[in-house]
C-alpha cells in the first residue's frame, strides 16, 4: 500500500486505487485533507485520533498517509471494531458524548497532532466531542469536525441557521477568535479558545481549526510620517 503514499493526492489515489477496507468519503475532503494535514504528515510520530471506526477502511487510510511510525487512534461504540485494530493502530470503545471516556482515550494517547470527528454526525455529540478534546489537541495541531451538512439535517438535529447546531456553535466562536478586539464590548469573548485558536476554515460539510498560540496582536505604526504640504 505505500506506493501510494508519495504520489502527488495520495490519500484520494489510495482510496481510488489501492486494497483496503470498505470508506465512504465525499469527494471534495481529499483537497481539504491535503491541505491542513500536510504540513503534519512531514512530522515523526504522529498522533492521530478519529472518531468514527465504520469498517476500519479510513484507519488503513491514514497509516498509508502518515506512514508506519504514527499512532492511529480509532474511536467508535460498536464493539465489532476491535478487529481492526493493529500494529500502533489502536482502537477504544465507547460514547462520543462520553467525556468521561474521551478523557481517558486522552490520557491513553494524547496530546494529539490531528482530531478528526467522523463520528455519528449528531449535533450534541460534535459538540460534547469538541468540548471534551480540544484542549487535547497539541499547540499547532489541527481539529477537523467533517459531514457537518448534518447541521441543516433535520434526522441529525440540524436545521438552516437553528440554535443548536455544530455549524451554529463555530459561528459563535469567530467571536472569540477575535477575542483579543472585544474587550471593551464583552471581555468574556477573549477566552482560551482567543489564545490558542489560529483559525477556523469552513468548507462544504467541514469545519476546521488549526491551532497556534496566539499573545495579543501589537498594532503596527511604522516608517516616516507624511510631511503636511501646508
Known sequence: MTEYNNRPGALENFVRLAPHRFIMKWSNYFDIYEEL???????????FLEIGVARGGSL??????????ATIVGVDIEPNC???????THIRIGDQSDKIFL???????????IILDDGGHQMSQQIQSFEALYHHVKPTGVYMVEDTHTSYWPSFGGGARREGTFIEYMKNKID???GFHSIVADPDLMTDFTRSTFSIAFYDSIVA?????????????IGEAQQDPT
Not at 37 to 47: A, E, S, T, W
Not at 82 to 88: G, K, T
Open 37 to 47: 494535514f500536510g504540513d503534519q504528515r512531514m512530522k515523526d510520530n504522529v498522533c
Open 60 to 69: 488503513q487510510m491514514w497509516r498509508n498517509y502518515f506512514g508506519p511510525l
Open 82 to 88: 476491535l478487529q481492526f485494530a493493529e500494529d500502533r
Open 103 to 113: 478523557a481517558d482515550v486522552a490520557k491513553e494517547f494524547g496530546p494529539f497532532d
Open 176 to 178: 472569540e477568535v477575535n
Open 209 to 221: 481549526m488549526r491551532k497556534r498560540p496566539r499573545p495579543q496582536p501589537d498594532f503596527l505604526q
